[in-house]
């Protein structure tokens, strides 16, 4: 939930995060695609599992934050000037390099099942950017931890876009200040200690309701309220499919579990759905 960010490039040049990949099995594929093909109301959910691909550290995995440092908290903001001046300093540096990364697979497929009209929208934990960046309608996501592409201010609550402070960060030194009100400004995304905004909670669980299939992928699910949608989802009648490298605790309520590296395998699975539309048209009539 934190807007810096401490992207670390593999010795390979590559930009994924893990260096194992994991290859998911092709019968798990063939079913999450018998999933994708069935359903008319895909609704996913994504956490930062679906960016390690394009080199963005998840929370807890290699170069996360859970292990390299602590992310300001909105008290931080609040009433700390060192934290702030700390918070920008790294992200003089970090956001640029936030803004250069590329969606992957995953993001793609997202995109092209909204295209072929079955993906209702995306929630999503990340702040990254990069479903908006695949192509996907901004109207379809719902970014439930904000965006690191946006600064607010704390006193009029005016939003700036991320590039015009970060041209301030690179041209001075020091705490930027809004241009407006001269008010503390706070990246635009939810803080450690920062009730999640309603709004976008409220849209999630519409979404979560009205899905036929609600597709969980990258996220561990232990970050509350957020991951009691595929509950939602579950309880209004959806089918759920996940994709991740380890276990989650909602495993055991999936229709499927597909162990494996999200951009591949959604990306192969999408293929095979979308292939499959003339043959399922034709069978019934
Ligand atoms: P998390 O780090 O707790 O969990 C990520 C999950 O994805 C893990 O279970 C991991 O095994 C799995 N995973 C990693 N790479 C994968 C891949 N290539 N394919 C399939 N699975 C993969 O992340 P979370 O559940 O999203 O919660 C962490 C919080 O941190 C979120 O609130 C999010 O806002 C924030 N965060 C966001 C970003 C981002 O915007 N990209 C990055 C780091 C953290």
Not at 2 to 26: C, F, H, M
Not at 85 to 100: K, N, S
Request: glycine share 10%.
């Amino acid at each position: 939930m934190n807007s810096g960010s401490n992207l670390t490039p593999s010795a390979a040049g590559e930009r994924r995060q893990y260096a194992d990949p994991i290859v998911a099995a092709e019968s798990d594929v063939d079913l999450l695609a018998g999933l994708l093909a069935d359903a008319g109301r895909i609704v996913s959910f994504t956490g930062a599992g679906i960016s390690t691909e394009s080199g963005i550290p998840d929370y807890r995995g290699p170069g996360g934050v859970w292990s390299t440092g602590k992310p300001p908290t909105l008290d931080d903001f609040l009433t700390n000037e060192a934290a702030r001046l700390e918070y920008w300093e790294r992200r003089r540096t970090g956001y640029r390099q936030m803004a250069a990364v590329e969606p992957n697979g995953g993001h793609r497929a997202l995109v092209e099942l909204e295209r072929s009209g079955r993906l209702l929208g995306t929630i999503t934990q990340n702040i990254d950017g990069l479903h908006q960046k695949a192509g996907a309608d901004p109207d379809r996501v719902v970014e439930l931890h904000g965006t690191a592409h946006a600064v607010r201010c704390l006193s009029c609550g005016t939003v700036w876009p991320a590039s015009e402070i970060q041209e301030w960060l690179e041209r001075t030194t020091g705490e930027p200040r809004c241009q407006v009100c001269g008010g503390i400004l706070r990246s635009a995304t939810v803080l450690f200690g920062e009730a999640m905004p309603v709004e976008p909670l409220r849209r999630a669980i519409a979404f979560a309701q009205e899905a036929d299939l609600m597709l969980v992928i990258g996220s561990s699910l232990v970050v509350q309220p957020a991951a009691r949608l595929p509950l939602i989802a579950v309880r209004a009648g959806a089918r759920l499919a996940m994709i991740n490298r380890e276990s989650t605790p909602l495993d055991r309520l999936a229709d499927l579990v597909v162990r494996g590296d999200a951009g591949r395998t959604l990306a192969t699975a999408t293929g095979l759905a979308l292939a499959w539309e003339p043959f399922r048209s034709y069978a019934t009539g």
